[in-house]
């Protein structure tokens, strides 16, 4: 059993919206920093952003600032990454991912965060 549960992604035209949510059965995850990944075909997983326990959003890829954001549903044990005018290139599989802890650990890898989803598969095309 996968400790995160990502749903939410498809098939969308450039330029719509997309929201994935990330859910836990394990963890309660108001408790923990909680981020978003990206893994575009033939490339490694890259971080995109991060929520803190606090709500702080962090984005680290430049190219999704003002498009990606990040929310809580504390009640339904949900993160949501929402996703608005895509772009090809925002084409892979999305896993959200915690370390457990409250706060987005900056200069941390994908490898070196210890519990994930199984990820869900985004492409934009048209």
């Known amino acids: 059993q996968v400790p995160l549960v990502e749903s939410g992604g498809g098939l969308v035209q450039p330029g719509g919206s997309l929201t994935l949510s990330c859910g836990a059965g394990?963890?309660?995850?108001?408790?923990?920093?909680i981020g978003w990944f990206r893994q575009a075909p033939g490339k490694e997983r890259e971080k995109i952003v991060c929520?803190?326990?606090?709500?702080?959003?962090?984005i680290y890829e430049d190219s999704v600032k003002g498009r990606f954001t990040m929310s809580r549903d504390n009640a339904g044990n949900i993160i949501y990454l929402q996703m608005n005018n895509l772009k090809s290139e925002d084409t892979g599989v999305y896993y959200c991912?915690?370390?457990?802890?409250?706060?987005?650990?900056?200069?941390?890898?994908?490898?070196?965060?210890?519990?994930w989803g199984q990820g869900t598969q985004v492409t934009v095309s048209t």
């Open positions: 991912a915690t370390d457990l802890l409250d706060y987005c650990p900056d200069l941390e890898t994908a490898s070196m965060w210890d519990y």
């Open positions: 394990e963890f309660t995850l108001e408790w923990h920093a």
């Open positions: 929520i803190s326990k606090t709500d702080e959003i962090t």
